[in-house]
């Protein structure tokens, strides 16, 4: 090998460690969609890392909604609820997108470890309706 050959092996070396670490560390996108009475994601698990939730309230009504993130191994039909709400206080809360106007959309990114979620909306009596929706995230 020439002192040039070398140069252009090396710096094809360093172009694909970078590649690499950057796959290994990329980050997340998953679209919530919050209807009148349901969570829909565009994905129900992700790698652990940083995570984007870009929630948009689809309702056809005049519901505000919220997007909050718990980290549990409860079912998602089977959180505690106490005057029409998830106690979030009894849950490990990752974060959350507050009170959306129906047709507007907010983004949360969070970092997450691997684990068990559940998606909720916890304006009173939404939760009962049926608005949460499990989520995995994976190693």
Request: aromatic share 4%; net charge positive.
């Amino acid at each position: 090998m020439t002192i040039t050959s070398t140069r252009i092996a090396a710096c094809a070396g360093v172009v694909t460690l970078g590649l690499l670490a950057s796959t290994a560390h990329a980050k997340e996108t998953v679209k919530a969609t919050l209807n009148n009475d349901t969570i829909q994601l565009d994905t129900g698990s992700v790698k652990a890392g940083t995570v984007t939730f870009e929630a948009t309230n689809a309702s056809d009504t005049k519901q505000v909604h919220e997007l909050v993130v718990l980290k549990t191994d409860l079912s998602a039909d089977k959180l505690p609820v106490k005057n029409g709400a998830v106690p979030e206080k009894q849950f490990k809360k990752m974060g959350e997108v507050e009170d959306m106007a129906p047709g507007k959309s907010k983004r949360l990114t969070l970092k997450l470890t691997p684990g068990n979620y559940v998606l909720i909306c916890n304006q009173p009596g939404h939760y009962a309706m049926g608005m949460h929706v499990p989520f995995v995230v994976t190693p």
